[in-house]
Structure formats: C-alpha cells, structure tokens
C-alpha cells in the first residue's frame, strides 16, 4: 500500500499562511490525495483532496507536485481553531479502492 | 442533516463477552469504514464495505468481525473481547471510490 510521510510537528502564528507538506513517493495514477484533521476530543475531519490539479475549497487549498510525489495542505490564514492533527492519505479509485492507511499526521500549534 | 452515528459513545464491558457498535449513514454512500485509534499508533483501518454484502479487511481485522446487510448499516462485531481491543474506535463511510470520508463521533470501548 501507498504510503504518506509527514512531519510530526509544525507551528505557525495567528493569521499567517502554513504550509503542511505530504510526501508519496511511491503513489499510483489512481490515488487520490485525501487530507483530515482532526479537533482534540472529535472524529476525523475532511478538509480537502485532489488527483493532480491543485484544488481550492473555503478550508483551505491543496498543492500537488507536477510528479505527484508530494503535495502541500495551505491553510491561508491559521487561527486559534486551526491547531489539530492533520493527516495525508491516499484512496485508491481502482484497486483497494476502500483501503485507507492512516500516517502519524502533522501536530500543528498555532501561536497568538 | 447528513450525518454519521454511532451507538454506544462510551462502552465498559468484560473480556469475552459479546459486544456489537453500531454505525449508521444516512448519505446513501456506498463505502464505509472501521478504524481504531490508540496513543502512539494512530489512526488504523479494520474493515472496510464497498457495498451490501461486500466487505474486506483493513490493516488490523483480527478479533473483529463485520456484516453489510443494509446500505446504511456497518455494524461492528467483536465476539470475545480482550484487553487488548480497549480503543477508541471510529465508523466512516463515504459516497464512493476516491470520494470524502466522513467520521462518526467515535465509540470509547473499553474491555476488562
């Protein structure tokens, strides 16, 4: 199975951009790239994903690398509620199609 | 509203005494997923439907048992629960190949 890699922490200050990056080296033509967080205390939450063209939603923005080996979550303007655990998956669309390996995701501190 | 439930929140129960978790969607999704969560090893995938009668095994299957009878049910089934499935556990399901998941509030089950 298609693995992610993240890091294991980032800080970023209030109202600044962060960038949270996602590697997949060995990612196939078929998956898509899904990223969650998730809140202290609650279930995963969708946040954005894509196949290879950059992707836009009013949470946040999605970068794909032209190989597709990486990709960078965007979150504009971090605030207070922001601070979670977010996590890159990919999800088959042929093969394995329901499978999801779930990484160690990126603990993101946001500082006033 | 679209939503995921789970039934029950929290569960206290006793090493080898037959336990069942509910999840219900009512999306009409075709997908739907089991995950346990534990410190230190993240989020990690039981089972997984692609439909009614289509199930098949995530990353940690063993102890568990699943059944898709109806679309909108995922029941969770562990026969003889030991210590060692004491987890927070999530249900998800998404519309289908590639598409968004969306999580359940989350069962705390604990074994003793």
């Known amino acids: 199975d298609a693995k992610t890699t993240q890091p294991n922490s980032m800080e970023s200050n209030e109202e600044e951009p962060v960038h949270l990056p996602c590697n997949h080296s060995?990612?196939?033509?078929?998956?898509?790239i899904h990223w969650y967080r998730q809140l202290p205390s609650q279930g995963p939450e969708y946040v954005i994903h894509g196949l290879t063209s950059n992707v836009n939603n009013r949470m946040a923005s999605l970068a794909i690398a032209e190989d597709r080996k990486s990709s960078t979550l965007i979150l504009h303007r971090a605030t207070l509620r922001d601070a979670a655990v977010y996590y890159c998956i990919l999800r088959g669309y042929n093969t394995n199609a329901g499978k999801s390996t779930f990484g160690d995701g990126t603990t993101l501190t946001v500082k006033p | 509203e679209a939503q995921v439930t789970q039934n029950p929140r929290y569960l206290i129960t006793v090493t080898g005494k037959k336990l069942t978790v509910t999840c219900s969607q009512n999306m009409n999704h075709e997908y739907m997923s089991w995950y346990r969560q534990d410190p230190g090893l993240g989020l990690r995938q039981i089972y997984y439907s692609m439909n009614v009668e289509a199930t098949d095994k995530g990353d940690v299957p063993e102890g568990y048992k699943v059944s898709r009878k109806e679309k909108r049910n995922f029941p969770l089934i562990l026969e003889s629960p030991s210590p060692n499935q004491t987890s927070l556990y999530f249900c998800?399901?998404?519309?289908?190949?590639?598409?968004?998941?969306?999580f359940g509030p989350g069962t705390r089950l604990t074994v003793t």
């Open positions: 060995t990612i196939s033509g078929t998956d898509y």
């Open positions: 998800a399901s998404s519309l289908g190949r590639g598409h968004e998941q969306y």
